[in-house]
């Protein structure tokens, strides 16, 4: 039986710190693809060292993308990645028997191993953190929201065991501006969708967030990173609160 042929994707922009070993983890793919929002750092130029498919142009959004370059690929199968994450030599080993065997799912989650200051996130419901990454081409596509896409699967989805490692963010400099970018798109989407925020949510919220991220998922057992990452968290949906509730009441009042 022929082997099925492999293609990962990865969108970029300004990436250079880590888009190096994102490639190399995966550089043993039949094809590797980069799409390149205009980044104004080298992120292009270390992309062109592992592959000729480096596409440069405009964001559009995360899901809009991502499905783009989905729709460049020529593999059989599809691994999507971002710049922050690495293919584990265990998930390489079982994606290489799925290609092997062509299946027999057309999808298949794998657990994403959260990294913060360099040490792996056991609690706080930030692991398994189950994720939809490989797939039949054909077969899957990201769904269209503003921040924190997933892909759909058309058919059955199974489970990997082998991780993927993700180094989220740098240092706390680097979530805080991650958050304020996110909870800007999270809170039109949340207006988008037709609910109400309520300036009770400025509270209760964030407080929730915290209370299950480092009581409930026992946060507490990683230690000063589990406490910090359960205010950090909290700290994110504290601000989407408030920007929802600060853009629907501009409109109530316009």
Same mark, same amino acid.
């Given at each position: 039986?022929?082997?099925?042929?492999?293609?990962?994707?990865?969108?970029t922009?300004?990436?250079?710190?880590?888009?190096?070993?994102?490639?190399?983890?995966?550089?043993?793919?039949?094809?590797?693809?980069?799409?390149?929002?205009?980044?104004?750092?080298?992120?292009?130029?270390?992309?062109?060292?592992?592959?000729?498919?480096?596409?440069? =142009?405009?964001?559009?959004? @995360?899901? +809009?993308?991502?499905?783009?370059?989905?729709?460049? !690929?020529?593999?059989? %199968?599809?691994? $999507?990645?971002?710049?922050d994450?690495?293919?584990?030599?265990?998930?390489?080993?079982?994606?290489?028997?799925?290609?092997?065997?062509?299946?027999?799912?057309?999808?298949?989650?794998?657990?994403?191993?959260?990294?913060?200051?360099?040490?792996?996130?056991?609690?706080?419901?930030?692991?398994?953190?189950?994720?939809?990454?490989?797939?039949?081409?054909?077969?899957?596509?990201?769904?269209?929201?503003a921040?924190?896409?997933?892909?759909?699967?058309?058919?059955?989805?199974?489970?990997?065991?082998?991780p993927?490692?993700?180094?989220?963010? =740098?240092?706390?400099?680097? @979530?805080? +501006?991650?958050?304020?970018?996110?909870?800007?798109? !999270?809170?039109?989407? %949340?207006?988008? $969708?037709?609910?109400?925020?309520?300036?009770?949510?400025?509270?209760?919220?964030?407080?929730?967030?915290?209370?299950?991220?480092?009581?409930?998922?026992?946060?507490?057992?990683?230690?000063?990173?589990?406490?910090?990452?359960?205010?950090?968290?909290?700290?994110?949906?504290?601000i989407?609160?408030?920007?929802?509730?600060?853009?629907?009441?501009?409109?109530?009042?316009?």
């Open positions: 039986m022929t082997r099925r042929r492999l293609s990962v994707v990865v969108v922009l300004n990436e250079e710190e880590r888009l190096r070993a994102c490639l190399e983890s995966a550089a043993w793919a039949d094809e590797l693809i980069v799409v390149d929002a205009l980044s104004q750092d080298k992120t292009v130029q270390i992309a062109r060292e592992f592959t000729d498919r480096v596409i440069v =142009r405009p964001w559009p959004g @995360f899901a +809009a993308q991502k499905n783009f370059a989905i729709g460049e !690929a020529g593999g059989d %199968w599809i691994l $999507s990645l971002d710049a994450e690495l293919v584990s030599p265990e998930l390489r080993g079982e994606i290489a028997r799925v290609l092997a065997a062509g299946g027999p799912h057309d999808g298949y989650r794998t657990p994403r191993r959260n990294m913060f200051w360099g040490q792996w996130i056991r609690h706080g419901g930030l692991w398994p953190d189950w994720q939809i990454r490989l797939f039949r081409r054909g077969r899957g596509r990201f769904v269209e929201r921040v924190h896409e997933s892909v759909d699967v058309t058919g059955s989805v199974g489970r990997l065991e082998g993927l490692i993700h180094r989220s963010y =740098r240092d706390v400099s680097d @979530f805080l +501006a991650r958050a304020d970018r996110y909870s800007t798109l !999270a809170a039109e989407e %949340w207006l988008r $969708s037709g609910k109400r925020a309520r300036a009770s949510d400025m509270v209760l919220r964030p407080l929730g967030r915290f209370l299950a991220m480092y009581v409930l998922r026992r946060g507490f057992l990683d230690g000063a990173r589990g406490f910090l990452l359960a205010s950090l968290y909290a700290y994110y949906v504290l989407r609160s408030v920007k929802a509730w600060e853009r629907q009441k501009e409109s109530d009042q316009g």
